[in-house]
């Protein structure tokens, strides 16, 4: 099984952040985020990945952000 370590791969997260940009791109009005902080919903995506980096160290930036590019493709 050491193979496997070596291996990359974008995980359903990538698919769940493309359908969050697609979604934000069809919504017009600001999403309210925790505490009331309102944020564009052009931005919401990043704004969540952002987040997540932060809280979730170990979580893959890159299998996110290639979710929310690939959607602009």
């Given at each position: 099984?050491?193979?496997?370590?070596?291996?990359?791969?974008?995980?359903?997260s990538?698919?769940?952040?493309?359908?969050?940009?697609?979604?934000?791109?069809?919504?017009?009005?600001?999403v309210?985020?925790?505490?009331?902080?309102?944020?564009?919903?052009?931005?919401?995506?990043?704004?969540?990945?952002?987040?997540?980096?932060?809280?979730?160290?170990?979580?893959?930036?890159?299998?996110?952000?290639?979710?929310?590019?690939?959607?602009?493709?």
């Open positions: 099984m050491p193979e496997l370590y070596s291996q990359w791969v974008v995980g359903f990538g698919v769940l952040y493309a359908m969050m940009v697609v979604e934000a791109h069809c919504r017009r009005q600001p309210t985020l925790f505490w009331n902080v309102k944020v564009p919903s052009n931005v919401y995506p990043f704004v969540s990945m952002v987040i997540t980096q932060i809280l979730f160290r170990r979580t893959s930036f890159f299998g996110h952000a290639s979710g929310e590019l690939s959607v602009g493709v």
